[in-house]
């Protein structure tokens, strides 16, 4: 298996335009995560998914960020509209199940908003 | 709230053994993970620790005693290319209380000199 696909893998942007991040988690996994890295919060979960279904989204900064997994293999996050301060890394993770698993995390999208 | 401590910065040299440490705060546990991430990659995942004691594998053990809310992580025999971030993350329940997620420390930053 290929991992965790995540495109792109940079991104700047305006302030003000809408960003849609991508990922392609590892088949057979049924928990998809986003997170979120900057120096200053280090990694912050953003939203998980099993079998498709949002299960907590609390750390959803706001309603400018949503997120949707309309099959097993595909997940989107979107920002609209971009600000400055979303800057940073957002990382695309899956897993099988919750129990101890590992999670298998994707390389990551480096979005810049100007 | 939930939070976990861990050192900033952790300096050694090759051939040292280096100790990282993690004390917690969470509302819930069910095991300590830790996860390295090099310079520009993803975290990945190298251990974890559902019960009290040591887990060995390699090179690097982890511990942890549940009843102090403390872990710690220990490289031994460090090479070069253990320079790298090293996070630990709690399984904890939301702070919603209706299901688990992790709960990640801000990183150490390891830098292994000749």
């Known amino acids: 298996d290929a991992g965790v696909i995540q495109s792109p893998r940079h991104e700047v942007t305006e302030m003000g335009q809408e960003v849609t991040l991508r990922c392609k988690p590892i088949?057979?996994?049924?928990?998809l995560f986003w997170y979120r890295q900057t120096m200053m919060r280090g990694l912050e979960l953003l939203i998980y998914?099993?079998?498709?279904?949002?299960?907590?989204d609390s750390g959803m900064p706001e309603d400018r960020f949503s997120a949707k997994m309309p099959n097993a293999s595909f997940s989107t996050l979107k920002i609209q509209p971009s600000e400055p301060r979303d800057s940073a890394v957002y990382f695309c993770?899956?897993?099988?199940?919750?129990?101890?698993?590992?999670?298998?995390f994707g390389q990551g999208t480096r979005l810049t908003v100007v | 709230g939930q939070s976990l401590e861990q050192p900033s910065e952790v300096t050694a040299v090759e051939g040292a053994i280096v100790q990282i440490n993690c004390t917690y705060q969470?509302?819930?546990?069910?095991?300590l993970s830790w996860y390295q991430q090099h310079d520009g990659g993803a975290p990945t995942f190298l251990s974890y620790?559902?019960l009290d004691g040591l887990e060995e594998t390699g090179r690097f053990s982890s511990f942890l005693s549940r009843s102090d809310s403390y872990g710690y992580l220990l490289l031994q025999e460090l090479q070069m290319k253990d320079s790298a971030s090293y996070f630990c993350?709690?399984?904890?329940?939301?702070?919603?209380?209706?299901?688990?997620?992790?709960?990640w420390g801000l990183g150490t930053s390891l830098a292994v000199n000749p």
């Open positions: 993770a899956s897993s099988q199940g919750t129990g101890n698993t590992e999670a298998f």
């Open positions: 088949s057979g996994h049924d928990y």
């Open positions: 998914f099993n079998n498709n279904v949002p299960i907590d």
């Open positions: 969470t509302s819930g546990f069910y095991g």
């Open positions: 620790n559902a």
């Open positions: 993350a709690v399984r904890s329940l939301s702070d919603a209380g209706n299901n688990r997620k992790l709960i």
